[in-house]
C-alpha cells in the first residue's frame, strides 16, 4: 500500500469538533470549500467558493484532526463536507488516506456531484457516505442544482457496487417537496438500493438568508416559509413505509 501524499494542498474553510449528527459518534467535521451547484434551498452560499485564506496541506489538518482522536471511540471520527468535497477529489482522497492510516474512521457528506474517473478511489477510502438527493427526476434535479444528474447517477452506482454504506438527506422544502407524488418518486428510488441504514428528511430552514444578504446574493427561496418539522416527520414515516412495501413486493 503506497502511503497518502501529506503534501497535497487543499481548502478548508473550518473544522467543527464534537459533531453528534453527521455520521455516527463523535465526530470532526471538516468544511471544504467550494461548490459548483447552486441548490435553490442551499443555507451556506458563503461556501460557494473557494478563498485563498482556506489553503491547507493534509498534513496540516491530519495534525489538528489527531488531537481529538480521543473522543472518536468506537464509532465515531471524522466527516469531509462543504461545500461539494467532491471539488477537491485529490486533497479529499489523500487525507481520508491519511485518516484510515492514522486509525480514523471517515465519513463523506456529499451530493454526489464530482469528477467520474475520481469516484472509485475516493469511495474506497470512505467508510459512511452521507448521501443529499437533491431530485429524482433530470429536469427537477437540474431545477434544484442548476447541474445534471447523469454525475450523481454515476456517483451512486460506483457506491453500489463498492458496497459503501449510506445514510440518506433529502431536504424538504415546502410546496416543492412536501407532496405524495414525491415521496413516492424517492420510495422508488431508495427502495432497490443496498447498504442503506438510515433515511432522514431534513425540514428546509431559513436561516441562510442573512448570508445572502451579506454576500450581496439574491435569495432564491424569497418568501418561501420554513418546513413544518411535524408534516416533515409524518412525510418520512410515509415515505420509509412504501420504501418497506416496495421491498417486500
Ligand atoms: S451542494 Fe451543498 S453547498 Fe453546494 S449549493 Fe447545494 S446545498 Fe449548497
Redesign the pocket.
Known sequence: MTLSNRSQIGYVRKLETMGMVDGPGIRTIVFLSG?????L?????D??KTDPKDATTVEELIAKLKRYKPYYGETGGVTFC???PLNQPEFLYEAMKACHEEGINTVLDT?G?GRLNTFEKILGQTDLILY?I?GVEDDFYRKM?GVPKKVTDAFLETAQRLDVKMWIRV?VVPGIHDSIEYMDQLANMIAPLKNIERIELLPYHTMGVNKYDALGLTYPLEGVPAMNKEECMKLQEYLKDQIRALRRA
Open positions: 461548490c459548483p451547484l447552486r441548490c434551498f442551499c443555507h451556506n452560499p461556501m460557494f462543504g461545500g461539494e451530493s456531484f443529499d437533491k442544482t431536504v
